[in-house]
């Protein structure tokens, strides 16, 4: 039975998808005494993502937001997490994405003379590279891309917070205001940070705020063509294994059942011989996941409107893998040294609605 005073800590963490795990280490390293609840059952967006990260993104391929912030701070960030874990979750690959017309092609000419676009091209195809592919008008090659096996992180991380983990659902009515800060059973902390995703809609403290979840869901399939590169038009193709590809994702507002959809795989598989011709063997799984997304597209940061000592990092919709580095410092840096947050990520934006 461990001592009171053993429970005593600066900061309890609920969630431990990406996000509360990201905020969890950093913490740690700036000498706080955290600790972390998650519960297994529900959504965990983390658990399903594909991990992909893509500095150039959307149907129209324009530079994602701040990619220029966020880029540097990818790889150094998870390489340190697989020194700390002895883990290996970050693969950087070259994404390929075919051009569907002349018109696109000399867009993308034009973009490499941007320095802010061009930073992340590598080299820019005229001609069809791969009788494999539909790329009639050959594509582009971008860098600094790749994608991150988030279970293998999160496995990791869990056996690295060892004790300070406890896979317990967070009941937010045993939760007690003391004069110190907050008491959650045997546990006295002096702050709260709310990291579990969409379960934020079930607190009181962070209900008001504007998600907009979005459903996704995701195939493995096997398929005989193995190129080094992530293939992305449509959708992406993550190589796995020798011919075993992760494929998706579907984007749904609408329904959000937890459940696999026939229609969600049929769309994948078109989508996917819009891309590769090769046919697809076997479709091994077919997982689906909603995705914490909020109607501005910005995450969530920030402390409560009255509540001090109760913090919020959430709403990384379908990006978490490069916002999350880089927003993981600045929250951390807000609440050990007081340094402000971005304005279009504070939930300070959304106080007027309450
Ligand atoms: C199909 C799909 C594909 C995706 N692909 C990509 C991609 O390629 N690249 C990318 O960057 N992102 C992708 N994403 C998005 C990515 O998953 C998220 O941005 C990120 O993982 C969110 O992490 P999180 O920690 O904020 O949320 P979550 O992973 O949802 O974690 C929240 C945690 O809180 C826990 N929790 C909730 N309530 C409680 C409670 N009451 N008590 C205890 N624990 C609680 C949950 O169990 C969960 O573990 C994808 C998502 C989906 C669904």
């Known amino acids: 039975m461990p001592l009171i005073w053993d429970m005593e800590i600066d900061f309890l963490i609920i969630g431990q998808g990406l996000a ?17 609840l998650d519960q297994s059952e529900a959504n965990q967006s983390s658990r399903v993502a594909a991990g992909l990260f893509n ?32 883990r290996q979750f970050l693969t950087q690959k070259k994404i390929y994405r075919p051009f569907i017309s002349v018109e696109e092609q000399n867009e993308w000419m ?5 320095a802010s676009i061009g930073m992340f091209i590598e080299k820019i195809f005229t001609e069809s590279q791969y009788p494999q592919m539909r790329d009639p008008f050959g594509g582009v090659l971008l860098k600094m891309s790749g994608w991150l096996n988030i279970n293998e992180l999160l496995d990791g991380m869990a056996k690295h917070f060892g004790e300070k983990l406890k896979q317990e659902d967070f009941d937010e009515n045993l939760l007690e205001k003391v004069p110190a800060g907050w008491k959650y059973k045997a546990i ?11 379960g934020a809609l079930k607190s009181r403290f962070f209900n008001y705020l ?14 005989d063509f193995d190129p080094d590169f992530i293939a992305n038009r449509g959708v992406f193709r993550v190589q796995l294994g020798r011919g075993i590809f992760r494929v998706g994702s579907t984007y749904t507002w609408h329904d959000l059942d937890l459940g696999p959809t026939e229609s969600a795989k049929e769309e994948i598989l078109g989508k996917l011989q819009d891309l590769v011709k090769v046919p697809v063997q076997t479709v091994l799984s077919h997982k689906t996941g909603i995705r914490p997304a909020t109607k ?25 893998v490069s916002l999350i580095p880089y927003f993981s410092k ?11 947050i971005s304005a279009d990520v504070d939930i300070a934006r959304y106080f007027k609605y309450i």
């Not at 950093?26 to 600790?35: F, H, T, Y």
């Not at 979005?214 to 399939?221: H, R």
């Not at 597209?297 to 379908?318: C, M, Q, T, W």
């Not at 600045?330 to 402000?340: A, F, G, T």
């Open 20 to 36: 509360g795990s990201a905020l969890a280490y950093r913490l740690e390293q700036s000498g706080q005494r955290i600790m972390l």
């Open 55 to 86: 500095p150039v993104t959307g149907r129209k391929m324009v530079k994602s937001w701040i990619a220029e912030r966020l880029f540097p701070e990818i790889e150094p960030f998870y390489e340190e997490l697989e020194k700390l874990t002895g």
């Open 110 to 114: 034009g973009h490499s003379s941007d």
């Open 188 to 198: 006295s902390t002096k702050n709260l940070i709310f990291c579990n995703g969409l």
């Open 210 to 223: 504007p998600f907009a979840p979005v459903k996704g869901e995701i195939l493995e399939v096997e398929q």
């Open 296 to 320: 501005d597209r910005k995450p969530f940061l920030g402390k409560h409107p009255i509540e001090d000592s109760v913090y919020i990092f959430n709403g990384f919709g379908a990006k978490g």
């Open 330 to 340: 600045m929250m951390v840096q807000y609440l050990i040294k007081s340094q402000p």
